[in-house]
């Protein structure tokens, strides 16, 4: 018998980036999992598909590398869902550790 399964969620959570964070000095990565980045929008393009689609996003942290560098999620809700993605981003970052960690050196130098 053939199954069907439809599963509806209201958010998406997706990263904000495909690499993280890379020195400033460096224009972007020039590849990524063996894909070649010919230029800076290739790298970000994990960003734009939802708000070309009308989706509203809330970018958020989501904690950080190994060097101390933050990282991001997007959560991205329905069309004209904005009120929903913001009262989601405020519950992730009243639950979140990360909304409490004092940012690493390198980031509360520049404040």
Do not use: N
């Not at 690499?19 to 960003?47: I, N, Q």
């Not at 329905?78 to 690493?104: F, I, K, W």
Request: glycine share 10%.
């Amino acid at each position: 018998a053939l199954v069907t399964f439809r599963v509806c969620y209201g958010y998406w959570v997706a990263p904000s980036g495909k690499v993280v964070p890379v020195d400033k000095a460096v224009h972007g990565p020039e590849t990524v999992d063996g894909r070649p980045m010919d230029t800076y929008h290739r790298w970000m393009e994990t960003v734009v598909p939802w708000t070309m689609a009308g989706h509203p996003v809330a970018a958020m942290p989501a904690g950080f590398d190994a060097r101390g560098l933050p990282t991001g999620i997007q959560i991205i809700g329905r069309r004209h869902g904005d009120q929903d993605v913001l009262q989601l981003a405020h519950a992730y970052e009243a639950a979140s550790p990360v909304m409490h960690r004092t940012p690493p050196p390198l980031l509360a130098r520049d404040r």
